[in-house]
Protein backbone atom coordinates (compact mmCIF):
# COMPACT_ATOMS: atom_id res chain seq x y z
CA UNK A 1 0.00 0.00 0.00
CA UNK A 2 1.69 3.14 -0.64
CA UNK A 3 1.83 6.46 1.24
CA UNK A 4 -1.07 7.99 -0.79
CA UNK A 5 -3.59 5.38 -0.42
CA UNK A 6 -2.68 5.00 3.06
CA UNK A 7 -3.93 8.69 3.53
CA UNK A 8 -6.96 7.88 1.67
CA UNK A 9 -7.85 5.00 3.88
CA UNK A 10 -7.22 6.97 6.70
CA UNK A 11 -9.01 9.88 5.73
CA UNK A 12 -6.37 11.85 6.23
CA UNK A 13 -7.16 14.61 4.37
CA UNK A 14 -9.90 15.88 6.21
CA UNK A 15 -8.12 15.20 9.63
CA UNK A 16 -5.85 17.77 8.52
CA UNK A 17 -8.46 19.89 7.70
CA UNK A 18 -9.99 20.05 10.88
CA UNK A 19 -6.80 20.29 12.76
CA UNK A 20 -5.71 23.04 10.66
CA UNK A 21 -8.91 24.79 11.29
CA UNK A 22 -8.86 23.88 15.22
CA UNK A 23 -5.37 25.49 15.37
CA UNK A 24 -6.45 28.85 13.01
CA UNK A 25 -9.14 29.76 14.87
CA UNK A 26 -7.90 29.08 18.24
CA UNK A 27 -6.42 32.76 18.19
CA UNK A 28 -9.45 34.53 17.18
CA UNK A 29 -11.80 32.41 19.40
CA UNK A 30 -9.40 33.08 22.51
CA UNK A 31 -8.90 37.22 22.06
CA UNK A 32 -12.24 37.62 20.95
CA UNK A 33 -13.43 35.89 24.36
CA UNK A 34 -10.48 38.21 25.70
CA UNK A 35 -11.94 41.41 24.22
CA UNK A 36 -15.71 40.48 25.11
CA UNK A 37 -14.58 39.59 29.07
CA UNK A 38 -12.44 42.29 29.12
CA UNK A 39 -14.44 45.12 27.42
CA UNK A 40 -13.49 47.86 29.53
CA UNK A 41 -9.61 47.29 29.17
CA UNK A 42 -10.41 46.68 25.36
CA UNK A 43 -11.99 49.73 24.50
CA UNK A 44 -9.46 52.34 26.96
CA UNK A 45 -6.83 50.32 24.62
CA UNK A 46 -8.50 50.56 21.98
CA UNK A 47 -9.60 54.04 21.57
CA UNK A 48 -6.03 54.98 22.41
CA UNK A 49 -5.22 53.40 18.81
CA UNK A 50 -8.06 55.52 17.56
CA UNK A 51 -10.41 52.47 17.43
CA UNK A 52 -13.76 53.57 18.83
CA UNK A 53 -16.30 51.30 20.31
CA UNK A 54 -18.91 50.53 17.11
CA UNK A 55 -15.54 48.91 15.74
CA UNK A 56 -14.43 47.40 18.88
CA UNK A 57 -17.72 45.63 19.19
CA UNK A 58 -17.88 44.13 15.03
CA UNK A 59 -14.19 43.09 15.94
CA UNK A 60 -15.10 40.49 18.78
CA UNK A 61 -18.23 40.00 16.95
CA UNK A 62 -16.09 38.88 13.84
CA UNK A 63 -13.51 37.43 15.99
CA UNK A 64 -16.22 34.68 17.57
CA UNK A 65 -18.49 34.58 15.16
CA UNK A 66 -16.07 33.70 11.79
CA UNK A 67 -13.52 32.16 14.15
CA UNK A 68 -16.18 29.53 15.93
CA UNK A 69 -17.32 29.22 12.11
CA UNK A 70 -14.03 28.26 11.43
CA UNK A 71 -13.75 25.83 13.85
CA UNK A 72 -16.71 24.18 13.36
CA UNK A 73 -17.05 23.93 10.12
CA UNK A 74 -19.95 26.16 9.64
CA UNK A 75 -19.82 28.06 6.43
CA UNK A 76 -16.01 27.72 7.07
CA UNK A 77 -15.11 29.12 3.69
CA UNK A 78 -16.79 32.52 4.44
CA UNK A 79 -15.56 32.70 7.84
CA UNK A 80 -11.97 31.96 6.76
CA UNK A 81 -12.51 34.57 4.28
CA UNK A 82 -13.08 37.43 6.71
CA UNK A 83 -10.90 36.41 8.79
CA UNK A 84 -8.40 36.24 6.24
CA UNK A 85 -9.10 39.95 5.23
CA UNK A 86 -9.08 40.70 8.71
CA UNK A 87 -5.81 39.56 9.04
CA UNK A 88 -4.69 41.80 6.51
CA UNK A 89 -6.33 44.99 7.36
CA UNK A 90 -4.43 44.12 11.03
CA UNK A 91 -1.31 44.06 9.91
CA UNK A 92 -1.34 47.05 7.30
CA UNK A 93 -3.02 49.08 10.28
CA UNK A 94 -1.25 48.63 13.29
CA UNK A 95 1.66 46.12 12.67
CA UNK A 96 3.72 48.28 10.32
CA UNK A 97 6.55 50.46 12.77
CA UNK A 98 9.07 47.29 11.31
CA UNK A 99 11.99 49.10 13.63
CA UNK A 100 10.81 47.19 16.21
CA UNK A 101 11.45 43.42 16.09
CA UNK A 102 7.65 43.39 18.19
CA UNK A 103 5.89 44.52 15.04
CA UNK A 104 7.71 43.11 12.45
CA UNK A 105 6.73 39.92 14.09
CA UNK A 106 3.14 40.40 14.39
CA UNK A 107 2.70 41.72 10.89
CA UNK A 108 4.69 38.68 9.53
CA UNK A 109 2.10 36.48 11.51
CA UNK A 110 -1.04 38.47 10.26
CA UNK A 111 0.29 37.70 7.00
CA UNK A 112 1.30 33.96 7.66
CA UNK A 113 -2.76 33.65 9.72
CA UNK A 114 -4.05 35.34 5.89
CA UNK A 115 -2.13 32.45 3.72
CA UNK A 116 -3.91 29.44 5.97
CA UNK A 117 -7.73 31.25 5.59
CA UNK A 118 -7.36 31.73 2.41
CA UNK A 119 -5.90 27.88 1.50
CA UNK A 120 -8.69 26.93 3.67
CA UNK A 121 -11.82 28.86 1.89
CA UNK A 122 -10.03 26.99 -1.38
CA UNK A 123 -9.65 23.71 0.47
CA UNK A 124 -13.10 23.97 2.59
CA UNK A 125 -13.57 22.40 5.76
CA UNK A 126 -13.84 18.78 5.23
CA UNK A 127 -16.17 15.91 6.03
CA UNK A 128 -15.40 16.35 9.45
CA UNK A 129 -17.70 19.95 9.42
CA UNK A 130 -21.03 20.52 11.17
CA UNK A 131 -21.90 21.56 6.98
CA UNK A 132 -21.27 17.93 6.36
CA UNK A 133 -23.63 16.73 8.21
CA UNK A 134 -26.16 19.16 8.10
CA UNK A 135 -25.82 18.34 4.55
CA UNK A 136 -26.17 14.80 5.33
CA UNK A 137 -29.85 15.50 6.83
CA UNK A 138 -31.05 17.92 4.33
CA UNK A 139 -30.76 15.35 1.70
CA UNK A 140 -32.92 12.78 3.95
CA UNK A 141 -32.66 9.05 3.28
CA UNK A 142 -31.91 8.15 -0.51
CA UNK A 143 -35.30 6.34 -1.95
CA UNK A 144 -34.91 4.70 -5.17
CA UNK A 145 -37.05 5.25 -7.39
CA UNK A 146 -39.87 2.05 -8.42
CA UNK A 147 -38.72 0.36 -11.18
CA UNK A 148 -41.97 -1.37 -13.42
CA UNK A 149 -41.09 -4.16 -14.32
CA UNK A 150 -42.19 -5.02 -18.13
CA UNK A 151 -42.78 -8.94 -18.24
CA UNK A 152 -42.62 -9.46 -22.07
CA UNK A 153 -39.19 -7.80 -22.66
CA UNK A 154 -37.78 -8.47 -19.34
CA UNK A 155 -36.93 -4.63 -19.42
CA UNK A 156 -36.89 -2.36 -17.15
CA UNK A 157 -38.00 1.18 -16.74
CA UNK A 158 -39.37 3.96 -14.64
CA UNK A 159 -43.10 4.83 -14.51
CA UNK A 160 -43.85 7.29 -16.48
Wanted: charge should be neutral.
Amino acid sequence: MTPTELAQKLHARDVVLLAGRLLLSLIFVHEGLQLATHFEGAEKAMAALGVGTPLLLATIALQLGAGLSVALGILARLGAIGLGLFCLMTAGLFHTNFASQNELLHFEKDLAITGGMFILALAGSGRLSVDRVLAGFAKGPKIDPPVEQHLSAGERSLPV
